[in-house]
C-alpha cells in the first residue's frame, strides 16, 4: 500500500552556507513532522552518517545543489546557475571551461543527475530573475522545477512585466514541456525570523516541501516516486488523498483549525477549467482540456499544486 511521505528537497548546512550543522538540520526538519530530507548543500553531498540519526528517524537522501557561474557573451555580471540533484551516488563534476550559456550550464547538471538516476530540479528561476521559459523550454529530460523557493528573493509572484512561476509553469505544459513543480524552503538558516538581530535574508525553514506518494521510505522509492510525479507541492495545505478516475479527477483536503479551501482546476494555456469550494472537489473530464492540474488555495497565505495529468 502507497502512504504519504513529507520532505524538503532544498536546504543547506556547515557543509556550504548554512548556518546549522547536519545534526541540527536534520534534528529541526524531525521534530517539525518530516518523514526526509535531501540536503542540498552547494557542490557537496551531506551523507545520513553526518546527520547522527538513522534512516529510520528520519531519511536523508543524498543530494547536492549544482552552482556554477555563466558567463554571457557581452555581459558584466555572470549569472548564477543552480540545480539540484536528488539521490545521487557522487557529486556533480565541472569542466575546466567556461560556460557561455544558461542553458550549456543547466544541461551539463542535469545530464549528470540522469547519469545518476537521480532526480533533477532547475532551482528559482526567477532569483535574480536568472533566467525563464525559454531556457527551461531548452533543457532536455529535466525532471522539475521550483514553483515556490522559500527564499525572501526568489521572486515567486513575479511582476506585471516578469511572468510568475506558475504562469511559466502553464507555458511550459501548453507547449508541450512534461515537467513537474516543486516546492522548498532553501533554508540556510535556523534562527528565530522574528528575531531582529537576525537579517531579513534568513531563509526560513518550513516555508515550503512536498509530500510523496511512495512504496516505502527508502531513497529508491522517494526518488522512483519523484520521478514519475507521484507528488504534491506545498506552502501550508496538506492532501488526504488526490482521486484520479476514468473520467474524473479530484482531491482531499485535511482540514485546519477554521481554514476554508477551494480548488481551481486548470488546463492547457492556464484556463481555469472550474473553481470548487470545500474539502472534497472533483472534475468531469472532457478531454480536450490538454492538460488538468489543482491548485489549492485557502483563507490564508497557504497553498498547495498537484502535479498535472496528461490527456494525450
Known amino acids: 500500500m502507497e502512504k504519504w511521505f513529507k520532505g524538503n528537497i532544498h536546504c543547506h548546512t556547515t557543509n556550504s552556507d548554512g548556518s546549522a550543522t ?11 513532522g518530516y518523514d526526509f530530507v535531501g540536503i542540498t548543500d552547494h557542490n557537496h553531498i551531506t551523507y545520513q552518517e553526518e546527520t547522527g540519526f538513522s534512516a529510520q528517524e528520519i531519511l536523508v537522501v543524498p ?19 543552480h540545480v539540484n540533484g536528488i539521490g545521487l551516488s557522487q557529486n556533480f563534476k565541472f569542466k575546466k571551461k567556461t560556460m557561455t550559456s544558461v542553458e550549456e550550464s543547466l544541461q551539463f547538471a542535469v545530464n549528470q543527475v540522469n ?14 530573475w536568472s533566467y525563464g521559459m525559454e531556457e527551461i523550454l531548452a533543457i532536455k529530460n529535466v525532471d522539475a522545477f521550483e514553483i515556490f523557493n ?4 526568489a521572486n515567486n509572484e513575479g511582476t506585471p ?28 538558516f535556523l534562527h528565530d525570523p522574528a528575531d531582529p538581530s537576525v537579517p ?10 512536498i509530500h510523496v506518494e511512495g512504496e516505502s521510505l527508502t531513497k529508491e522509492s522517494i526518488v522512483q516516486a519523484l520521478k514519475e510525479g507521484r507528488f504534491y507541492a506545498s506552502t501550508g495545505i496538506e492532501l488526504h488523498s488526490i482521486n ?13 483549525s477554521k481554514i476554508e479551501y477551494f ?41 498547495a499544486w498537484t502535479q498535472p495529468l496528461f490527456l494525450d
Open 150 to 153: 522559500g527564499s525572501w528573493d
Open 263 to 303: 480548488t481551481t482546476y486548470i488546463g492547457e494555456n492556464g484556463k481555469t477549467l472550474a473553481v470548487e469550494e470545500g474539502l472534497n472537489s472533483s472534475y468531469d473530464i472532457k478531454g480536450n482540456e490538454g492538460y488538468i492540474r489543482m491548485r489549492v488555495n485557502c483563507s490564508g497565505l497557504e497553498r
Open 200 to 209: 531579513v535574508n534568513t531563509h526560513p525553514p518550513s516555508s515550503g516541501w
Open 244 to 256: 484520479l478516475s476514468p473520467d474524473s479527477i479530484g482531491l482531499t483536503i485535511k482540514p485546519a
Open 115 to 128: 547519469a545518476q538516476d537521480g532526480f533533477s530540479v532547475l532551482n528559482h528561476p526567477n532569483w535574480m
Open 63 to 81: 543530494s547536492s545543489e549544482y552552482t556554477r557561474n555563466a558567463k554571457l557573451p557581452g555581459a558584466k555580471v555572470p549569472t548564477q546557475t
Open 22 to 32: 547536519p545534526k541540527d538540520l536534520v534534528g529541526y526538519y524531525k521534530k517539525a
Open 161 to 188: 512585466n516578469r511572468p510568475s512561476m506558475e504562469q511559466i509553469w502553464d507555458e511550459l505544459l501548453s507547449q508541450g514541456k512534461r515537467i513537474w513543480a516543486v516546492a522548498a524552503d532553501d533554508c540556510h
